[in-house]
């Protein structure tokens, strides 16, 4: 019953967003009845397929399945631009109106700006986020950095999100340029997939392949919970990366020892009791042992907590930047920080902005990366 007032207060608002779209612009064309009945079916149609994108990671396997997916997903990105730049004409023409400067033409002109303005955006944003994501390198300064972890290289990926539209080809891809990085360590920092490992074990093979001298490392994210988390942390191992649930592993060079630890999602602990994120645990009594000691942690928010447990670094994602514009304006509604390399009391804090993308096969203003961390001696 939840779900399905859930879903009918979903499409009544959708319903509402498309009759306003429609009747903010189709008055100011005045294009006659037959282009006014063709976008109405079109508004109609994005009204059925924008709920298909939301629930498109569990739609039944069927031939025409990942069609539909497709559909759905991209209409949820095309929804988003067209809302967006309505209500931003709308803006506008309150301004003119305001101080006396509106003209027929710019009305006219201005509602037929705003579906190609949208269709340009989304085009844009498909290229973004299909194209295989760029090596960001980000140099972390530690002090009393010990000579022998000098230059010291993670490759972070995170925030993948293998599911409809992200599939084998793709991560394949991805697994191959962080192998070629030649980084020490490799860590993956949740969210890599949505949906069961029943759908999706096959897409994840790519995995098996990652290779670093010091090891593989995953962390749980918020979508690993919603897509059945005990399965896919025994499918991660079963694929040779070490899963950090609230634990640590000590690697070293010459004298120096580096810790690397990680903890499951911020939330993890309303899906499963005995996942809660706990970054003095991840620790553990050998905190005081390692020279240097990096937390593997999914949401940014983990930072303060991380910083209290003595960590010297912490790597995250779950941001995704915002990944298209308007809503890398309500990241911080929920997060400490949106993107990039922050402070939190005498701890650094890295946030990727994803190597893949969740949802609509969009990016736009926050392109997706591969990070290579190095570690640099604080001058």
Do not use: C
Not at 122 to 132: D, I, M
Not at 296 to 317: D, I, K, M, T, V
């Amino acid at each position: 019953m939840p779900v399905n007032r859930s879903f009918a207060t979903t499409l009544s608002l959708l319903v509402l967003l498309q009759v306003y779209i429609g009747m903010r612009l189709l008055p100011d064309l005045a294009m006659g009845v037959p282009f006014n009945v063709v976008s109405v079916l079109l508004l109609v149609s994005l009204t059925v397929l924008v709920p298909v994108g939301l629930m498109s990671a569990s739609l039944r396997r069927r031939r025409w399945s990942e069609l539909v997916a497709w559909l759905g997903l991209l209409s949820m990105g095309f929804f988003s631009s067209l809302l967006v730049t309505t209500l931003a004409r709308d803006l506008v023409l309150l301004v003119l109106r305001l101080i006396g400067q509106m003209s027929p033409e710019f009305v006219r002109g201005s509602a037929a700006a705003v579906p190609l303005v949208a269709l340009a955006v989304t085009v844009l944003g498909f290229v973004n986020a299909r194209r295989l994501a760029r090596v960001k390198k980000v140099e972390v300064p530690i002090a009393n950095l010990p000579p022998s972890l000098h230059g010291y290289a993670i490759a972070q990926v995170s925030d993948i999100h293998v599911g409809p539209t992200i599939k084998r080809p793709y991560l394949n891809a991805i697994v191959n340029r962080v192998n070629k990085l030649g980084a020490d360590a490799i860590a993956i920092t949740g969210d890599l997939v949505d949906g069961s490992v029943h759908r999706l074990g096959l897409h994840t093979q790519p995995l098996a392949r990652l290779a670093a001298r010091d090891g593989v490392f995953f962390v749980t994210g918020n979508h690993e919970y919603y897509s059945g988390a005990d399965e896919w942390i025994a499918e991660v191992r079963r694929l040779g990366l070490t899963v950090l649930l609230n634990q640590h592993v000590l690697r070293h060079r010459d004298d120096a020892t580096i810790m690397i630890a990680g903890v499951p999602d911020y939330t993890a602990h309303h899906f499963h009791p005995g996942h809660k994120s706990d970054p003095r645990a991840a620790a553990g009594m050998a905190g005081e042992q390692a020279d240097v000691r990096i937390l593997l942690a999914h949401q940014p928010r983990s930072a303060p907590a991380a910083a209290e447990a003595g960590f010297h670094l912490q790597l995250s994602g779950h941001t995704h930047g915002g990944q298209f514009f308007p809503w890398n304006l309500f990241v911080p509604l929920q997060q400490p920080f949106v993107a990039g390399l922050h402070r939190v009391r005498d701890m650094w804090v890295y946030i990727s902005r994803g190597t893949g993308y969740w949802g609509p096969p969009k990016r736009f203003g926050a392109p997706s990366e591969i990070t290579l961390v190095r570690l640099v001696p604080a001058v």
